[in-house]
């Protein structure tokens, strides 16, 4: 059963450009979760997605973020017009039901660690 | 709301010392889970442990160890006989029915361990 993948696993963009990570989650799979970790800090919820719903977005910046789900494919995050300050490892988890209920833990994929010069 | 505090920045061992890492956290509902992962230079995330909040039972997994206490709101790590390969950032996180379906994470506590 293959883990929670990622691509691509580093990725360079100049400022101003656009941004899109994805993820595949685990077979049977159809909660997926977006972190965030900046430069020596602990990760940070971005947004909680099923397939083809945004459940909860409200670890996104309001702007230039964006992420879908879609029924068929990976779910992507997508920044456009990057700046410096999006330097950060994204990481992508999936579970196969909400965490709370049953206390499924999230399996994170390896994470893309964005680089914006 | 759902907090959780790793004091410790940074922890610095030699070989075959046993050493503890801490997490207090927070949160006003009774049903709860908390977890610990690890993050090796690598840089993937590592699932250590999930522990509910009606299980207050310690555990040992080799020479990991686990302690509950729902009476001060801490679940520490500690790791026996720390080996090199120990060496990590260590994260500690909650989920709750608060939070539902997020994982609030401390800031972790850099281990190394030298030889």
């Known amino acids: 059963n293959a883990g929670v993948m990622q691509n691509p696993r580093h990725l360079v963009r100049r400022r101003g450009q656009e941004a899109r990570l994805r993820c595949s989650p685990m077979k049977g799979h159809s909660h997926v979760y977006w972190y965030r970790q900046l430069p020596e800090e602990g990760l940070k919820f971005m947004v909680y997605l099923q397939k083809e719903n945004i459940i909860d977005e409200s670890g996104m910046p309001k702007e230039r973020f964006s992420a879908e789900f879609p029924k068929e494919g990976p779910s992507i995050l997508r920044i456009q017009q990057v700046v410096r300050g999006d330097s950060a490892a994204y990481f992508c988890?999936?579970?196969?039901?909400?965490?709370?209920?049953?206390?499924?833990?999230?399996?994170f994929g390896p994470g893309t660690r964005l680089t914006v010069t | 709301a759902q907090k959780v505090t790793q004091a410790q920045t940074e922890i610095s061992v030699v070989e075959k010392e046993d050493v503890t890492l801490d997490c207090v956290y927070e949160t006003r509902d009774t049903t709860y889970y908390l977890f610990w992962y690890k993050q090796p230079p690598s840089g993937e995330l590592v699932f250590l442990i999930r522990r509910n909040s009606f299980d207050e039972q310690n555990e040992i997994s080799g020479r990991y160890s686990w302690n509950f206490q729902k009476s001060t709101s801490s679940f520490n790590f500690t790791i026996t006989a720390s080996q090199v390969v120990d060496s990590a950032v260590y994260f500690c996180a909650l989920s709750s029915m608060d939070s539902s379906y997020k994982l609030i994470f401390g800031s972790g506590t850099r281990l190394l361990v030298r030889p």
């Open positions: 988890a999936s579970s196969p039901r909400q965490v709370a209920y049953d206390g499924y833990e999230q399996y």
